[in-house]
């Protein structure tokens, strides 16, 4: 059964950082763009960064940009989003999801094969 497994998440103040971890697993994993989805409360859902299992390019989202890093590790299937700097703007359910595509940013208009559950990341102000 393909699937991606999503750890971290929690409480941080402006400012702090954390990690999210994606694990995948069902599928090969250089074939599949992963990637990193948000959802605040009553707005839509945003691709916020993707990673290609193939050759490693990367998507940034603006709003992200300078602040989040995405990373993979081909060994355990992980793929990996440190996000620094977070702004209470940055507080939403993130969820991880993968594609079998090569170019990040065409995954990270969501149009994904596999979802991980949700986690909520909370910035306090």
């Known amino acids: 059964r393909s699937s991606c497994r999503r750890l971290g998440g929690g409480l941080v103040q402006t400012g702090g950082s954390l990690r999210l971890a994606c694990a995948a697993s069902?599928?090969?994993?250089?074939?599949?763009?992963i990637g990193w989805f948000r959802q605040a409360p009553g707005k839509e859902r945003e691709g916020v960064s993707c990673i290609s299992g193939g050759d490693g390019s990367i998507y940034y989202a603006m709003s992200v940009k300078g602040r989040f890093t995405i990373t993979s590790d081909y060994a355990k299937r992980t793929v990996y989003l440190q996000m620094n700097s977070l702004k209470p703007e940055d507080t939403a359910v993130y969820y991880c999801?993968?594609?079998?595509?090569?170019?990040?940013?065409?995954?990270?208009?969501?149009?994904?094969?596999?979802w991980g559950e949700g986690t909520l990341v909370t910035v306090s102000s």
């Open positions: 069902g599928f090969i994993f250089r074939d599949y763009a």
């Open positions: 999801a993968a594609v079998a595509i090569e170019n990040p940013k065409i995954a990270c208009r969501g149009d994904m094969d596999y």
